[in-house]
């Protein structure tokens, strides 16, 4: 599963085959029998940075079809609307800064080219304002049991955006063993996604004067997950998962520059970014459910590494509270670290040679992530379940400040606030 | 600061002394009654963890990792 | 199939529904008195002691025992096969008995009320019979032939078996 992304599919980036993995439960537990085969799920998202940053609308649906004894046909239809600031990758700087909007063909007005330019005033943070994206994105997949103690489910996803389409395929297999206290699940899933930016890729590495662009470009990533899930006691759930995944091709950021500073910080230039064309990340992840009475406790840990370098530890708890009549309450807590990638710099020096690799991307940085959230659910009757979820993500970089002279003072990779608000609907008819 | 840690081995073993060691784990299956309510699901809000999967996804460099199949009612 | 204790008021539908024993007493209008009785007493039908079974009496029939408990998802399919089975082939001697391991019994009744028995109930909320029985998973039915053996065994209920099921309950009953 890739970071790698424009910002448009960055910033809520598609669901990638091995998140299609973790959305499809191998036993559908929650679709009802014939009486009641159909299972609908809907929520509207709202995201938004502050401050004028990114922000999006994300209505989904999905549907569900018990056909008999669970095996089951479930499809989901994802539009996503994103506009906002994003930062381009450049510092802050004493001067003002101009820059190209990605949709661009030519640095500097030509005749035959396209040229949207935007400035930034000293001491901010380089942004483009031009930002606007539609995704739409379908999933597909089939579950069903064979025979007591084995579950098969497999399915497909696609989406398209103007600048990135993507298509995965996954394939999912379930065992139970000693009287169904423990199951073991396998599964494996493949990813093929198309890159074409706006204006063309950049040549990656390239001086961002040359404004140099080439066609577009693939990458593919290979996913494969092993579990077990024990019955601890009565009221306890433990699942531990390993899942390895592989992507190979063009990863780096089609719009994301690097500034080039001398030793008293002035900019000289910028360059494109460049990524590894290869990346392997494995995840431990940890999950416990206990009940305690009506309230269920959910806990989870996860250790992942790369070949990029970066290491993070998450951890997360949510506390559903059944407050009687239908209605709950759940609090939300999030802690999540992760270390910079191996290539991952503030800026480039102008006295070295450029390294093979190199990226500003705060999403390759070291730093901490919290969110906090609440969500209300009620029940009405056979109108189905409706819930409003609210919650902030912060994220603080350890690396914000410079030595550099010409970079006193200024903030060089800001903390990050988002609002999630997200109101859902659910119904089985 | 990077832990080195062998996690495809260490999973391995869990569950290799799981499928093993754990005959005495678990309840019978006629005790399913708590395991069974839809919130004691693994994943028992998917459409939530899948919006949060995107977000995450797009803002940090890690993501993805979730199980699926295990607990629940056991019918069947 | 949804006639219950609803119904009783008509008595045709009575007659349709208790096909059993009851049928063999004679004196009509003791019948019609014992049905208003049992009728009086409310859902479900017949509410046996719990945990204890005792299978000596029902030498001479097949018996259709099911484990099943409120929150077994494949027994709001299983229940209208078994009211099936019973109305259908209780004259030629079947006898099911659904044997509840709910841990509250109000859990049990929610279930029923929604999907009404039309065979004997009992509850067992500490779990006896299904140990006694073997019961490896929910839901587990059990057929019992006629000189009290158990012959056959199901693990989990699937609406592809039914007819599988049915013969297996026919076959038997044909041994007399």
């Not at chain 1, 942004?127 to 103690?149: C, I, K, T, Y």
């Not at chain 1, 169904?180 to 204006?199: F, M, P, R, V, W």
């Not at chain 1, 919650?391 to 030595?403: L, N, V």
Request: contains cysteine; charged residues 20%; glycine residues 8%.
């Amino acid at each position: 599963m890739q970071l790698k992304r424009p910002p448009s599919a960055l910033q809520l980036g598609l669901m990638a085959a091995s998140c299609a993995l973790l959305s499809h439960t191998a036993r559908a537990q929650t679709v009802d029998s014939a009486e009641q085969p159909f299972e609908l799920d809907s929520a509207l998202l709202y995201y938004k940075e502050n401050p004028g940053r990114v922000q999006t609308i994300e209505p989904v649906v999905s549907l569900k079809k018990d056909f008999g004894d669970q095996r089951i046909l479930g499809g989901t239809f994802t539009v996503d609307s994103l506009s906002g600031a994003t930062p381009n990758g450049a510092l802050p700087s004493r001067k003002p800064q101009t820059f190209a909007s990605p949709s661009s063909t030519s640095l500097v007005p030509q005749a035959g080219k396209k040229t949207t330019l935007y400035a930034i005033a000293p001491g901010n943070l380089p942004q483009d304002p031009h930002f606007n994206e539609q995704r739409v994105a379908g999933d597909a997949d089939w579950s069903q049991p064979m025979g007591l103690d084995n579950n098969l489910s497999f399915g497909g996803h696609v989406s398209t955006e103007h600048d990135f389409d993507s298509f995965a395929t996954h394939a999912d297999y379930s065992r139970d063993f000693n009287e169904k206290n423990t199951t073991l699940s396998a599964g494996l899933s493949e990813e093929y996604d198309q890159i074409h930016a706006h204006g063309g890729n950049p040549v990656p590495g390239s001086d961002y004067e040359l404004y140099e662009h080439e066609g577009g470009q693939t990458k593919t990533v290979s996913g494969a997950l092993i579990g077990v899930t024990q019955i601890m006691a009565r009221n306890w759930l433990m699942d531990l998962n390993y899942s390895y995944d592989h992507s190979q091709g063009y990863l780096t950021d089609p719009y994301r520059i690097l500034s080039v500073l001398d030793a008293l910080g002035n900019v000289t230039g910028y360059r494109y970014e460049n990524r590894p064309d290869s990346r392997a990340r494995q995840d431990l992840y940890w999950v416990n459910k206990v009940a305690f009475g009506p309230t269920v406790l959910d806990v989870s840990y996860r250790r992942g590494k790369d070949s990029w370098g970066i290491g993070s530890d998450t951890a997360e708890a949510h506390l559903r509270i059944d407050l009687g009549h239908g209605v709950y309450l759940e609090p939300h807590l999030r802690w999540y670290h992760q270390s910079a990638a191996d290539f991952y710099d503030l800026y480039l020096s102008a006295a070295t040679a450029a390294p093979q690799f190199m990226s500003a991307d705060p999403r390759l940085a070291a730093f901490i992530g919290t969110t906090a959230g609440l969500k209300l659910g009620v029940t009405i009757g056979r109108y189905g379940e409706v819930s409003l979820r609210l919650e902030e993500y912060q994220q603080r970089p350890s690396d914000q400040s410079s030595a550099l002279p010409q970079l006193q003072g200024l903030n060089l990779n800001p903390n990050l606030t988002a609002t999630i608000a997200q109101l859902s609907w659910g119904l089985q008819f | 600061m990077r832990v080195r840690l062998p996690l495809g081995a260490l999973t391995g073993s869990i569950i290799a002394l799981s499928l093993c060691g754990c005959q005495t784990l678990g309840v019978k299956p006629w005790q399913h009654d708590v395991l069974a309510r839809p919130a004691m699901a693994l994943v028992s809000e998917p459409m939530d963890a899948a919006i949060d999967d995107h977000i995450y996804f797009s803002k940090e460099a890690a993501s993805g990792g979730r199980g699926f199949g295990g607990g629940g009612c056991g019918c069947n | 199939m949804t006639l219950g204790l609803d119904a009783v008021a008509s008595a045709p539908a009575c007659r349709r529904v208790y096909q059993g024993p009851l049928s063999e007493i004679r004196a009509p209008h003791f019948r019609v008195a014992l049905i208003l009785l049992v009728a009086f007493l409310g859902r479900p039908p017949w509410v046996v002691a719990d945990e204890s079974l005792d299978l000596a009496p029902l030498r001479g029939r097949v018996v259709y025992l099911d484990f099943w408990a409120s929150w077994c998802t494949p027994c709001r399919e299983s229940f209208p096969f078994m009211n099936r089975l019973q109305n259908e082939l209780g004259p030629q001697g079947l006898v099911v008995i659904g044997v509840n391991v709910d841990r509250n019994r109000a859990d049990a009744q929610e279930f029923l009320r929604t999907h009404p028995a039309e065979f004997r109930v009992v509850y067992d909320p500490k779990g006896e019979l299904p140990e006694r029985f073997g019961v490896r998973g929910m839901p587990t039915s059990v057929l019992i032939d006629r000189s009290g053996r158990i012959t056959l065994r199901h693990e989990g209920f699937f609406l592809k078996d039914r007819e599988t099921l049915t013969q297996q309950v026919e076959t038997l009953l044909e041994d007399r």
